[in-house]
């Protein structure tokens, strides 16, 4: 598979490379992963990030976890739950742990070079798989971005999306972005608002090296902008990506989502997220209640990282120095306030009868 995937990939020695997202835009760097623990590491520490991309490391980590433990089912379950635990909110992080270890026990009879070999191709598999989910979402939003244009007669249709969920997040080009990257084969004129998506700028650094390297016409705006661009008639629609999504709808997404969600319904603007099924958690009943937040530390909020005046990279702190932080990761925008989930599967109301619906064969 080497090179099939845009944010990560196995090199000649069956070793996960993935681009290190830490230090986009700036530099384009990779990081090898070998084993179990340097996935943990990778995922904490957000060399690699986003739902998706978190499940398919998590997965591929379960590959080169079974290599260290030369099949000692023990041992590989220990490391399968640090990988399990790694970020608490994305749940395609845990939906992907646990596929790959109900194979992994299925199969536990093999012989080990098997196994591995099993395991290797599962994590292809999901891969393979949310790069198929990426291009229906794809299909399904543009349709939508279409009927907004038609509907409201537009020349060129301006789209507010926070964080990142372009193919950094999720193999090979995104949930919320997907749409927009179709709309614009599809010859419509998009302008993307960029929130910058304090405090790790996913906006800024990520989503807007994104939307530039395919040529789509894009502004970042400060994390407070969103409301006035609204009021002003400046935003047609709201798309992002979740992280989370209970059965009841309610979303959690970047910290920061719900305040857009608020405002975008204030002023009458359709509000989407887009995620592929497995984002769901359907377990959950109320995401308001009951979705687990992330809290990262605090030196995300106090330091901030970018290009010095002599192009070097540098990180400077924006605090007083006696101030504490406190930064939640996520929060949670109620049913409610979002138009439609867009899935592989089509558009679906937020409500527990329309998801049980749509998507009863998986609950
Ligand atoms: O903390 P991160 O960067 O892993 O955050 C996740 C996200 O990228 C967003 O919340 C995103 O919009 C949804 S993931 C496709």
Redesign the pocket.
């Known amino acids: 598979m080497n090179g099939k995937y845009k944010a990560f990939w196995l090199d000649e020695d069956e070793n996960l490379v993935v681009l290190d997202q830490r230090v986009l835009p700036f530099e384009e760097t990779t990081v090898t992963i070998q084993t179990a623990k340097e996935t943990v590491d990778a995922i904490e520490n957000?060399t690699v990030?986003?739902?998706?991309v978190?499940g398919n490391v998590a997965a591929f980590g379960i590959y080169l976890a079974a290599r260290e433990c030369e099949g000692d089912m023990g041992k590989l379950q220990l490391l399968a739950e640090d990988i399990r635990e790694s970020?608490p909110?994305?749940v395609n992080l845990m939906w992907a742990v646990d596929r790959m270890m109900k194979l992994a026990h299925k199969k536990k009879n093999l012989k080990i070079p098997n196994l591995i070999k099993a395991l290797k191709n599962e994590a292809i598999l999901i891969a393979d798989e949310d790069c198929e989910r990426s291009e229906k979402i794809a299909e399904y939003g543009a349709d939508i971005i279409e009927e907004i244009m038609l509907v409201k007669k537009l020349d060129t249709i301006n789209i507010l999306t926070?964080?990142?969920?372009g193919w950094l997040?999720?193999v090979d080009s995104?949930?919320?972005l997907a749409p927009i990257y179709e709309a614009q084969k599809r010859g419509i004129k998009v302008h993307v608002w960029v929130d910058e998506t304090r405090p790790?700028n996913?906006g800024a650094n990520l989503t807007a090296w994104e939307l530039g390297k395919a040529g789509i016409e894009h502004t970042v705006i400060a994390d407070n902008t969103g409301g006035h661009l609204m009021q002003n008639h400046m935003v047609d629609m709201v798309i992002?990506?979740?992280?989370r999504v209970a059965r009841n709808g309610d979303s959690a997404?970047?910290i920061g989502?719900y305040l857009k969600a608020l405002a975008a319904h204030d002023n009458d603007i359709p509000f989407y997220i887009a995620?592929p099924t497995s984002?769901f958690d359907f377990e959950i009943l109320n995401g308001v209640d009951d979705i687990p937040i992330?809290i990262r530390h605090e030196n995300e909020v106090k330091f901030i990282r970018g290009l010095n005046k002599e192009g070097k990279v540098e990180e400077v702190q924006v605090v007083p120095m006696d101030s504490s932080a406190l930064n939640y990761?996520?929060d949670v925008t109620p049913a409610r306030l979002i138009r439609a989930i867009i899935t592989e599967r089509g558009d679906c109301e937020p409500s527990v009868e329309a998801i049980e619906d749509m998507f009863g064969d998986l609950i």
């Open positions: 957000m990030r986003g739902a998706g978190i970020r909110t994305a926070h964080c990142n969920a997040a999720i995104g949930t919320a790790r996913q992002t990506g979740a992280d997404n970047k989502t995620i984002t992330e990761g996520f």
